[in-house]
Structures are given as structure tokens and as C-alpha cells.
């Protein structure tokens, strides 16, 4: 005997937790630039990092969510490096 194939539709819906946002003309994506980077460092050395929006005003070219991640993923690679000792 064949098999019987029988089709099952799934209705659903998905919620979105929150709301993507729109990158404008200003942003940059890919690598961060060096003048870029030099502004993200000056912010974390005087402001900390506590408001990231604040913090994508000041560099004025990436958002808050791309500087919430480059500090992520910068402070990760800290903690990676070895300490050098003082030659």
C-alpha cells in the first residue's frame, strides 16, 4: 500500500519584541574607523559607559546600539590580552 501524506497548516503569529532601528544616512556599519574608535575611547575615559545614546551622539556616526556592541566586544578583548610587564 502507498503512504499517506497528509499536509498540516500551522498558523501563527510572532510577536515582535521590539523594533528595529533605522539606520540613517550618518551611520556607518562595518569596521570602525580610527577616528571613530579614538571617540569611543575618550567617551569611556570621561563618561564611562552608562548611556549609550549619549555616547552614539558624541561619535556622531554609529548609533547606540553599534557602540553598546563595539564596547562589548572591546572590553572582551581586554580582558583576553595578557598584562606586559613594564620593560
Avoid at 17 to 33: A, C, I, L, P, Y
Avoid at 53 to 70: E, F, P, V
Wanted: one cysteine or more.
Amino acid at each position: 500500500p502507498a503512504a499517506k501524506h497528509t499536509t498540516v497548516t500551522l498558523n501563527y503569529h510572532v510577536k515582535k519584541s521590539h523594533k528595529r532601528e533605522k539606520m540613517s544616512q550618518t551611520n556607518n556599519t562595518g569596521r570602525w574607523s580610527t577616528e571613530e574608535h579614538s571617540k569611543f575611547l575618550k567617551v569611556v575615559k570621561h563618561k564611562g559607559c552608562n548611556d549609550w545614546k549619549k555616547m552614539a551622539a558624541h561619535i556622531g556616526s554609529r548609533n547606540h546600539i553599534q557602540c553598546r556592541t563595539h564596547a562589548q566586544k572591546y572590553f572582551k578583548k581586554l580582558r583576553k590580552e595578557p598584562i606586559k610587564p613594564d620593560e
